[in-house]
């Protein structure tokens, strides 16, 4: 499995973006997938994640309302909209990919991708 995110950028607070991940080398709704996060000097923390068919999410709760996780199975892809974005969402944005479920845990995840930096200015 390969997963290649991308989107990232500098946004000003209250601005939107929309992450992509593409997923290849197996069937992907066979796979569970995740979106991760690491703001520079703090761990890695959950953002939110989609079940197989996209019938399931779940998301942390300081993005729950301002994001949302989708997929397009015909294209492969996995996508992190966001919106209202503060500050405190600058990170680098992982994809990752689960043949076990989905979830917040990142144990879940076998697969993750290279990251893409999003930076939210003041």
């Known amino acids: 499995v390969q997963l290649q995110a991308s989107g990232g950028g500098l946004v000003q607070a209250g601005d939107s973006l929309t992450l992509s991940c593409v997923f290849s080398?197996?069937?992907?709704?066979?796979?569970?997938m995740g979106w991760f996060r690491q703001a520079p000097g703090k761990e890695r923390e959950s953002v939110g994640a989609?079940?197989?068919?996209?019938?399931?999410?779940y998301y942390q709760s300081s993005v729950k309302g301002r994001f949302t996780i989708v997929r397009d199975t015909a294209k492969n892809t996995v996508y992190l909209q966001m919106n209202s974005m503060k500050p405190e969402d600058t990170a680098v944005y992982y994809c990752a990919a689960s043949s076990r479920g989905y979830g917040l845990d990142a144990d879940l995840y076998e697969f993750w991708g290279q990251g893409t930096l999003v930076t939210v200015s003041s």
């Open positions: 989609i079940s197989w068919l996209g019938g399931g999410t």
């Open positions: 080398g197996a069937t992907f709704s066979n796979y569970g």
